[in-house]
Structures are given as C-alpha cells and as structure tokens.
C-alpha cells in the first residue's frame, strides 16, 4: 500500500466576514493588536495550532495572532491575483449579496477583482452596488478628501481597532487615506518615518493633510485629518472635529487646547 500523502497547507488568507481581530498572543483574551477587515489578504508565519496562527497582514504589514476560523486559506494564485487589484468600499456600511447570503462590509473594505458591480473571492462572486474606488487608480483632491474624511465622524475610539465601528487615532488616518489611493502604515513610529512634504503654517494646509501633535515631553502622540474652515478629524473618546490652528487642537466644550501641533504633513503627490 503506498504511503498517504498529506494536503499541503495554504500559507494565503483572506478576510471574508466583516472585520477580524488580530491579537498580541494567540489567545482570545489576549490585547487587540488591529483588526484586518473584509476583503484583505495576509500571509502566515507560524501556527501554534489548528486554530492559531501569526499572520503579517499584506496590507500594512502588521503582524500578529489570528483565529484560523474567522479566516480563509487561499491559493498563492488566488493571493496574487486579491492582494493586487481590488478597489475599495466608500460606503459606511454595505450589505453584500450572493444567492441567499448576505453579510455587511464596512468602509475602506477590500473588494478583489471588482469591475463595477462584482467582486471576487475564495467563496465566489459578489455584489457590491455602492460607492468604490480602484485602489491607486485615483488620487482624490481636496473636497473628495474631506467628503471621506467626513464618514468616519462619530466613530467611537478602541485601541487597536481598525473599522469605522471602532477605531484608534492611527486607524483613523490610515482607512481615509485607503480610501482615497494611498497605503499608510499601521503605527505612529512607522508614520513617523513616512516622507511627508512638511507644510509650516496652518493657513496653507488642505483637507486631507496630516497634522502631528506633541505632548508635554514634546513628544508626538497624536495626529489627525485636517478638514476645511480651520478644522480636524481626530479621534479622542471617538473621531470628532475640532478647530484647529497655529497652537493645535482647540476643544469647543472645555474650551482649552487639548493637543499642542507640531507640524502638518501632505502626501506627496497628494493633489492640493
């Protein structure tokens, strides 16, 4: 009798439920690290199990502890083909239909191989009939930027979150910034190291530049979306707008400056 062979293991995953969470250690009460939500692929480093593995996301490259069951194994052709052309979801929150199936996906979503209407993933084709954008096919300018930005209002803070349902400060920017084209790191440190065109006065920023914020041992911390009129996106107990000038982040309701600015950064090529 010859000997039985074993099915090899697929190394590719992909996120097809509405939002995953990554954790630091392969334990569901472990600290939540991100999240990768519908639509994105990652790769697996090690298993510790049938359930656990240590992935790094294709997106932002973070890695960390997933729960194998909330994700699904896909070919390295099937890898290739979702991790390099997809367009992204620009609607809040989109119910997707397939024959008796339904599920929602939310803003900044992957949608693999979309051409309009459909998309395509391990399960089979979908049907998204709201607003979408070809990742890296268009560079919004400033009013499309703010519109985006403006989505994301109300989003409530939680560390390590990563949807528009919840979300932490550095979320925040990378999702706006997904949908409008551009891929953004996932930490303040690797932001830190991005290559921003440096704009020094508040009155020549534009929706969609990034403005950093230091703290008292002049350290930055903080960062958020500039808007029009002398406003910013920023995430506190959840993303709110708040005026925004030379000193930095003015909160209305205590009426005391709650950020003090550093600078402004725009991305390049980023259409003024």
Known sequence: MGRKVKLQQSDYLMCDLSLVALYTKPSEGSPLVSQILFG???????RKNKQWAKIITDFDGTEAWADLRQLSEITPEMHKKFSGNFSVALEVCQVLMNNDVSFPVLIASSLPEYDGMVF????????YSGQASGFQEVKFGPEIMEKLSRRFVNAPFIHGGRSVFGLDKIALVQLIYK????ALPRTLEQMLK???DIIHFTEQASPGDIAFFIN?????D????????????????????????HEGIYNRETKKYSHKLRYIGRVPHLTP
């Open 40 to 46: 994105e692929t990652a790769q697996i480093i090690s």
């Open 120 to 127: 395509k993933t391990a399960a089979g084709k979908y049907v």
């Open 179 to 182: 949908c409008a084209g551009f």
């Open 194 to 196: 991005f290559d921003f």
């Open 216 to 220: 008292k041992n002049e350290e930055i």
């Open 222 to 245: 903080h960062l958020g979306v500039v808007l029009s009129d002398g406003q910013v996106l920023h995430v506190a107990e959840k993303a709110r707008i708040d005026k925004l000038d």
